[in-house]
């Protein structure tokens, strides 16, 4: 009996060995398009989970490797994942036909996490169709305009912390600080709530915001626990966001809805503009200009519906705490590198540096709107820094109905995206190909002048997505990192110190852009303008 029950046992184990470990790695073998032999278990992200290489050195290790490809197959873990690299392609699959593309991946359902499952970027099908157009008016360049003092007293309160210190020069880990200053400018902005994340570091906005944004180490996991079993991940109440700091945001939107509706309170922010979007009364005075900055995400003209969307507070909630998780990193790691880029090239500071003094007396010493988004160069500068380090390495796409690649050069043949098959477009790839940007890895604005940006080739240039699912936020996001480094330079010089790792090392235990060891540089005070 013993031995009957042993030799089912390793029947089934045998089984699911074949069926669910090796049969899910013959996904791009049966369909005949080009691939590496995935490792077991892993696919192509050994390495990355071992901590040989970073998610970015990953995916552009692959980009490179298929040069000669439109596409190609690879295996996170046991999950296919179509990588497009050709240029055409991306735009036909991300923007020509994005009806077969409309959605990100699913990482959970409303039953599970209806915090998660509630936001824009979650959002599927219909439902996004109608979110996105009645959310985007919040984001134009007028309504960024009506938010622009709040950020702006964000960077004052960041720079008099600096200049209270009796120190020549500050040392700085630049992730951390400006993590407390995107914290601050959304808990103002998007949440009407008012915070000094440096004076008082253990603030609960603060403390609540690092743990709905970390998705390192086993944390990270959760994403994947989901793609393998979604009947467990609810068995075992698995949340991309946790209980408590979901319970933490909502009754802080909901006391402010609340009050703002009892009192009759008008405060020029996000979450005012949201509440208006669910009264329908958010006008759409979009231009779709870029006047913002080069890098500004253009919203797809055909979103706009005549069927009123219906918002409820949840909803509300929801896209604030996505606002809060996009901003509060990306934003933060643009600030890193760009201060990196500053300290190591002092001649690009010293430029910028000019441009903002000169700003500075044309303002009287009080920066407006109007004339930051005049600042060429630092435009140029924070363009460039997006190029070289992209807030996140890839975006993704999931096929919604099955759809054919027809072949375009010998030896090709059609192919069939299945309905489910997830697609991906390699930003970082294509930010240093170096047939799209000579010497990629050279910091170099002037690739943004006026002179030259006409060379850059549509399409090689996605700091913040692909397409009508691109970032929302990009201009709330631009203006941010526009302030901060606009008052930092004023009063201080960024300069590399002992404790600077450069060239700087990516880490490998982040699926963003973020530096190993953190980002240490000093803040040297400047003799005031």
């Known amino acids: ?57 990953l995916t552009t290790k692959l980009y490179n490797q298929f040069s000669n490809e439109r596409y190609f197959g690879w295996y996170q ?59 985007s008016p919040s984001f134009t360049g007028s309504k960024m305009k009506m938010i622009f003092h709040l950020m702006v007293e964000c960077a004052e309160n960041f720079v008099q912390y600096y200049l209270e210190k009796n120190e020549k020069i500050v040392t700085v880990e630049m992730k951390d600080v400006f993590t407390r200053f995107t914290n601050d400018v959304i808990a103002s902005a998007a949440f009407g709530v008012n915070c000094n994340s440096l004076k008082d570091p253990e603030n609960g906005f603060y403390k609540r915001g690092l743990e709905i944004t970390d998705f390192s180490g086993f944390k ?83 979103h706009n519906t005549s069927k009123k969307t219906v918002i409820t507070d949840d909803d509300i909630v929801a896209q604030a705490i996505i606002f809060f998780i996009a901003g509060f990193d990306s934003s933060s790691t643009l600030m890193t590198y760009l201060a990196y880029e500053l300290a190591v090239d002092q001649e690009v500071q010293q430029k910028l540096y000019q441009e903002i003094y000169e700003t500075d007396k044309l303002c009287n010493g009080k920066l407006t709107y109007d004339e930051l988004v005049k600042m060429k160069y630092l435009d140029m500068v924070v363009s460039e820094t997006l ?23 010998p030896g090709e043949k059609d192919v069939t995206i299945e309905k489910g098959t997830t697609v991906w477009f390699p930003i970082y790839g294509l930010h240093m190909d170096p047939q799209y940007y000579p010497d990629p890895t050279k910091f170099d604005p002037e690739r943004f002048s006026d002179e030259n940006k006409h060379k850059i080739k549509s399409g090689t240039f996605v700091p913040f997505g692909v397409g009508p699912r691109n970032c929302i936020g990009s201009r709330f996001a631009l203006m941010e990192n526009k302030i901060i480094v606009y008052f930092i330079l004023k009063y201080f010089k960024i300069v590399p110190i002992e404790r600077s790792v450069i060239p700087v090392v990516l880490s ?11 980002m240490w540089l000093g803040l040297e005070k400047r003799s005031l303008i």
């Open 387 to 409: 190029r070289k380090w992209p807030p996140t390495p890839t975006t993704d796409r999931a096929c919604t109905k099955n759809y054919v690649i027809p072949a375009s050069k």
């Open 77 to 135: 873990f046991m999950s296919p994942i179509l990588m497009i690299r050709d240029l055409d392609l991306i735009k036909q699959i991300g923007i020509k036909d994005f009806d077969y593309f409309t959605d990100h991946v699913s990482f959970s359902t409303e039953d599970i996490d209806p915090l998660w499952s509630k936001n824009l970027f979650s959002n599927k099908g219909q439902k996004w169709r109608e979110m996105r157009p009645a959310l």
């Open 220 to 302: 990270g996991l959760r994403f994947f626990f989901y793609k393998i079993s979604p009947i467990l991940t609810k068995l075992f109440n698995i949340t991309i966001i946790s209980k408590e700091a979901g319970k933490f945001f909502k009754s802080i939107i909901e006391d402010s809805i609340k009050l703002r509706e009892e009192q009759r309170i008008i405060r020029p922010d996000i979450l005012h503009m949201l509440m208006e979007a669910k009264k329908g009364k958010l006008s759409d005075d979009s231009t779709n200009s870029n006047s913002e900055g080069f890098a500004t995400a253009q919203e797809a003209a055909y």
């Open 508 to 518: 490998k235990k982040h699926f963003n852009m973020t530096a190993e060891g953190g």
């Open 1 to 57: 009996m013993a031995l009957l029950l042993w030799a089912c046992i390793i029947a089934l184990l045998v089984y699911l060995w074949f069926d669910k470990i090796l049969k899910p790695h013959k996904f791009w073998k049966n369909r005949g398009i080009i691939h590496n032999k995935p490792v077991p278990i892993f696919g192509d992200t050994l390495d990355n989970v071992r901590r040989k290489e970073s998610f970015a050195a």
